[in-house]
């Protein structure tokens, strides 16, 4: 069965250009998550999205934006970028939400700014 | 708010001897607590995890973790250290809006 699926795995754009980035979660899951990876500051958590809709969101600025397909997919889109979104985004995917229901990640994509 | 906090950015030890990654966390909601690892350039992989029920939890690798709620911990314990081993190691809350909350990790390093 194939796990969480992320592309690209590597993105280089400049300063003030867009972003986007391509999430497929493991089929029969129907939450999916974006965390923001940066040097030294651990995953911060950006967006959630289960059945279509927005759950949740991080303290990100209005920027970072995304939606979630009707098939689950979901993508994150990252506008004006500015040097300091250089990260690994990752997604993580799970079932229908619950507490102690597992997180899957991908391989994330590697994000820089330049 | 949930919080996640892990003792030690980087942490050594020789292979064969004790691993012991420390977090503590803050919750206002019997929380439910989980351990990744994550491999060089890849994405997280989960260890274990804790819901309810006994307190000391075994997951995958030969890690284990003990839920101590009067010390707020989770710390994730390993006997014997494999070269293997050396990765990332990131504890994690849900909140009761559900997103997962991670701790800022800790780099294990296994020496020969």
């Known amino acids: 069965e194939a796990g969480v699926t992320q592309s690209p795995t590597h993105l280089i754009k400049t300063r003030g250009q867009q972003a986007t980035l391509r999430c497929s979660p493991i089929?029969?899951?129907?939450?999916v998550y974006w965390y923001q990876q940066a040097l030294g500051l651990g995953l911060q958590f950006l967006l959630w999205?289960?059945?279509?809709?927005?759950?949740n969101r991080g303290n990100f600025p209005p920027r970072f934006s995304g939606r979630q397909f009707p098939n689950y997919s979901s993508e994150l889109n990252v506008n004006a970028l500015e040097l300091e979104d250089s990260a690994l985004y990752l997604c993580?995917?799970?079932?229908?939400?619950?507490?102690?229901?597992?997180?899957?990640f991908g391989q994330g994509t590697r994000l820089t700014v330049v | 708010a949930q919080s996640v906090t892990q003792l030690g950015s980087h942490v050594s030890v020789s292979e064969g001897a004790l691993v012991l990654l420390r977090c503590n966390y803050s919750?206002?909601?019997?929380?439910?607590l989980f351990w990744y690892v994550q491999y060089p350039n890849q994405g997280l992989q989960l260890l274990l995890k804790?819901?309810?029920?006994?307190?000391l939890v075994k997951g995958i690798n030969g890690f284990e973790a003990e839920f101590k709620k009067s010390e707020t911990s989770f710390h994730l314990t390993k006997p014997s250290a494999h070269m293997s081993d050396a990765a990332e190691y990131f504890c994690?809350?849900?909140?009761?809006?559900?997103?997962?909350?991670f701790g800022t990790g800790t780099r294990l390093k296994v020496l020969a």
């Open positions: 993580a995917s799970s079932l229908a939400p619950g507490l102690n229901t597992e997180a899957f």
């Open positions: 089929s029969g899951h129907t939450s």
């Open positions: 999205y289960d059945e279509g809709e927005e759950r």
């Open positions: 919750s206002s909601v019997p929380p439910y």
């Open positions: 804790y819901t309810t029920g006994a307190t």
């Open positions: 994690a809350v849900t909140s009761g809006t559900y997103k997962y909350i």
